[in-house]
């Protein structure tokens, strides 16, 4: 068997990446652009909008090679004797501008601590938005409390505000808050109904990485946020999360319930415990060095799916049926995870969302439907026949709570209009936003018949 050194490991990963390589200011070759007023969309026999692909994801080079060997030949794999996690949650906190970050074994263990951390359990209620990655319902019931889901605003696909005030009781320990999409729910409503009834705000900037409200990072406003590496993000090594809070009173207590129990992060020292319970959920030094490497192209990444979603928004407010995301006022960055949008068939001739989608994947722009309707889901609505459940809530409770988390504008626009394209097309060229709206004017034009196809 050949023998796999440092330099040849070091040699090949680069050569393999090299395809991966982003440039930005690059255009491809065969995307060339066509008139709509001679062209017809591709699903009809013409040619495709968009026929060189969005780049490949993950994106990396010899610098997250480099940082693998250097932690293989360290000898330090785990936290609890390495450097290389210390490192990462300094250069986190820094780029976040908060005191305190805590990298964890994913986004949802990130959740999971906080809630963890709050002491929240059976008998306490966390709010929660009905339009998200079910991880956040997960970790409610990971701690036997009681996920109160909220409807959204069909307008930002983020919870209404106006909406939790009346989902409050006096068990609820907890709002938290999506920022889905990468773009910022609106803070300012949410913290102020917080101040208002003492409860504390947790950010759920999972998809968010470097979005900005007033000036200042997501997960910064509340008392703490979570953030996932899980690898479809737009910072990831796989899997990994973090935690940061400008709380030094918070941030041990979190620090303690991922840790054990422990408030040390030496392997030679084991003290008596904090809090009352405890976890493993320690990131590794082979993540947190994937993540330092990823993280020198991050800026720069954020940059470009900022510019290039807000000048797709602007060509598609252009074209009636399709409505993109709302922004709040108080957004200066989105992350864009996901560019989320309305489709109104109205405007395409009644041309189905189904037909639109394979119209646009014919053009080589493939949108997705995006998130459900949790509150509907047998996995979600099953919890009000779990026997733990009863015993702590009692029947005739959870029979109600099945009434109190129905959320009706997210059955309808989840049925009927939301749609999304991922962050990787968000890292194309503007020749390449320009092609997607290109596509969707095509499939206006001739839409009769395409929905008569």
Known sequence: MKTINRRTFIGAAATASAGKAFRPD????????????????????????QPGGFPGWPIYDHTEAKGLLDTLYSNHWGRLSGKVTSRFEEAHSKMYGVKHSLGVTSGTSALYAMLGALGIGPGDEVIIPVYTFIATYNVVVLHYALPVIVDMDPESFQIDPKKIEAAITKNT??????????????????????????????????????????????GNWGLGGA?????????????????????????RAC???????????????????????GSNLRIT???????????????????????????????????????????????????????MFRYDKEGFSG????????????????????????DKDPYVT????????????????MKRWLERIDCPVN??????NALWFLQTQMLGTNTQMEQIAEAARKIQKYSGEIKNK
């Open 255 to 277: 620090f303690a319930f991922h840790h054990q129990g422990q408030q040390s992060a030496t392997a030679s020292i084991v003290a008596a415990g904090a809090g009352i319970r």
């Open 26 to 49: 690059s255009i491809l070759a065969n995307s060339g652009s066509h008139s709509i007023n001679n062209v017809k969309p591709a699903i009809l026999g013409g040619p495709k909008a």
């Open 351 to 374: 041309m189905r969302r189904e037909q639109f989608i394979k119209a646009m994947a014919a053009e080589g722009i493939q949108p997705s439907l995006g998130y459900g309707k949790m």
């Open 173 to 218: 320990k907890a709002i938290m808050p999506v920022h889905i999409g990468g773009t910022p729910c609106n803070l300012d409503a949410i913290l102020a109904i917080g101040r208002k009834y003492n409860i504390p705000v947790i950010e759920d900037a999972c998809q968010a990485h470097l979005a900005e409200w007033k000036g200042k990072k997501v």
């Open 227 to 251: 953030f996932s590496f899980q690898s479809s993000k737009n910072l990831n090594c796989g899997e990994g999360g973090a935690i940061i809070t400008n709380d030094t009173d918070f941030y």
């Open 382 to 397: 099953g919890l009000a026949g779990n026997p733990f459940y009863r015993k702590i809530y009692g029947e005739k409770e």
């Open 411 to 416: 059955a309808r626009v989840t049925d009927e």
């Open 285 to 339: 030094e082979f993540q947190s060095n994937i993540l330092l490497s990823q993280m020198t192209r991050l800026e720069e990444q954020a940059k470009i799916r900022n510019e290039n979603a807000l000048y797709l928004s602007s060509m598609f407010k252009e074209i009636p049926g399709l409505t993109p995301a709302k922004l709040y006022e108080g957004t200066t960055n989105g992350a864009y995870h996901l560019f």
